[in-house]
């Protein structure tokens, strides 16, 4: 099972863009990084997932280097409601999947 | 119709009652599962559901009973509780058992154990 490692916590002002970065160095082969985002007294929400380079959606992007062993959850143009907590995951073939420690990132105007 | 819906929202018990956690997903998804969430910490598994049998169990105490009577619920029976099993308990769904599943959240049943 990859562990990962994210920073306990981030501050970012409105507008601009938050990049959080999660470490997951043993990660195996076929695994697969998911992001997750909580908010208070909420169950958390996908955000992103991917594999291997870039990934984009509507809300986020996520960049992978080629060795995998970390990745970086872009967040662009962040607003208030943008704090929460984001979780970094990295789930295997043996559908194990748990959640790290999180990332508590606070958004200031 | 992406929603897991869980009731009830809060929930008080003394240590010696027997009550119940509900949870319910109609998105057609065959895994179901329950977390437990203490304040400023990640959810933590406690059990998965593939195909309504019992999958995964992450070593939980006996007087933590899940059933999944059906595809679409999941309940977690409580008996003898603890006060340091107070906490916020969320149930999740997904499509399969696949770890490249995304997992769906309700909003979470809060506990107090008194």
């Known amino acids: 099972l990859a562990k990962t490692t994210q920073p306990i916590s981030m501050d970012s002002y409105e507008g601009q863009e938050v990049n959080i970065t999660c470490s997951h160095n043993?990660?195996?082969?076929?695994?697969?990084i998911t992001w997750y985002q909580q908010f208070p007294s909420q169950g958390p929400r996908f955000i992103i997932q991917g594999y291997k380079t870039k990934v984009t959606n509507e809300v986020a992007s996520l960049f992978i280097p080629a060795d995998r062993k970390s990745s970086t959850l872009s967040l662009p143009r962040v607003s208030l409601s943008d704090t929460a907590v984001y979780y970094c995951?990295?789930?295997?073939?043996?559908?194990?999947?748990?959640f790290g420690a999180g990332t508590r990132l606070t958004v200031k105007p | 119709d992406t929603e897991v819906t869980q009731t009830p929202k809060h929930l008080v018990m003394g240590m010696t009652n027997k009550k119940s956690l509900k949870c319910e997903q109609h998105m057609g998804h065959r895994a179901m599962y329950w977390y437990k969430q203490k304040a400023k910490k990640p959810p933590e598994l406690m059990f998965v559901y593939s195909y309504e049998k019992l999958s995964i169990n992450e070593s939980v105490p006996s007087r933590f009973s899940p059933e999944c009577p059906n595809s679409s619920l999941l309940n977690l029976h409580l008996h003898a509780l603890q006060p340091e099993d107070s906490a916020l308990y969320l149930c999740?769904?997904?499509?399969?058992?696949?770890?490249?599943?995304?997992?769906?959240f309700g909003p979470g049943t809060r506990l107090t154990v008194l």
């Open positions: 999740a769904s997904s499509q399969d058992l696949l770890y490249t599943d995304t997992q769906y």
């Open positions: 043993n990660i195996a082969t076929n695994d697969y």
């Open positions: 995951l990295v789930g295997d073939v043996n559908n194990d999947m748990r």
